[in-house]
């Protein structure tokens, strides 16, 4: 856990948006500029993939990032890996100090595994993903869903190997703050999970911003 404050100036953000609880959004970053997202209320788990704007295919890849740092967990100064092994954002400013790389997003099939037959239709993130995909129109499609970033997510893995679902680390007003090494597309679900401590069982929205390179 590396906790590091950034420098920038809110005020000073080209661009400025609160987002609201369990929706998705896709959305630009061009190399050089920072990305910050805030956890507005605290305990919101923000699930996110990003892509590399010049080539779809290439996305962010779990397995790779893991390789790169020898490690599990995202905090500052990890560089976030594409399956192509290049760095695609870079964590540069983190007051969380751990972000999951395993738990994955939800869906309707492990709602049902998880919790119970009526959950299945239980808004999630998998169908966020969908529907900003669906919208954006781009040429992103199902088959480019792949392992997300848990964002101020608590996910440890036991003795045993196994994964847990813990009350969050974060709080309100934590942020994580990401240099885009390259042009990135950056597709979010603000995640809707109410069954589980990720999301202290009430989704809150969260902030996001984007500087200029100074």
Not at 4 to 28: N, V, Y
Not at 125 to 140: E, H
Not at 162 to 167: R, V
Request: with cysteine; aromatic share 8%.
């Amino acid at each position: 856990m590396r906790l590091t404050e950034s420098q920038l100036d809110p005020e000073q953000a080209i661009w400025r948006k609160t987002h609201p609880a369990g929706e998705p959004i896709l959305f630009k970053v061009k190399q050089g500029q920072t990305l910050r997202i805030i956890d507005l209320m605290g305990n919101q788990a923000v699930d996110v993939i990003f892509y590399a704007a010049d080539d779809l295919a290439e996305h962010y890849s779990a397995t790779d990032t893991m390789l790169a740092q020898g490690g599990l967990y995202l905090t500052t100064g990890s560089s976030l890996v594409s399956n192509a092994g290049r760095s695609l954002l870079t964590i540069v400013a983190d007051t969380c100090g751990r972000h999951d790389t395993l738990g994955g997003a939800c869906a309707a099939e492990s709602n049902t595994v998880r919790y119970a037959l009526q959950k299945k239709f239980m808004h999630n993130c998998r169908d966020n993903y969908l529907i900003a995909m669906q919208r954006a129109d781009m040429g992103l499609t199902k088959r480019d869903l792949v392992p997300n970033i848990n964002f101020f997510m608590n996910v440890p893995v036991t003795q045993s190997g196994e994964l847990k679902f813990d009350d969050g680390v974060s709080g309100a007003g934590k942020y994580v703050e990401m240099l885009a090494d390259t042009d990135v597309w950056v597709l979010i679900s603000n995640c809707p999970q109410l069954n589980n401590p990720c999301n202290a069982y009430n989704p809150t929205p969260i902030e996001l911003l984007v500087w200029d390179p100074a």
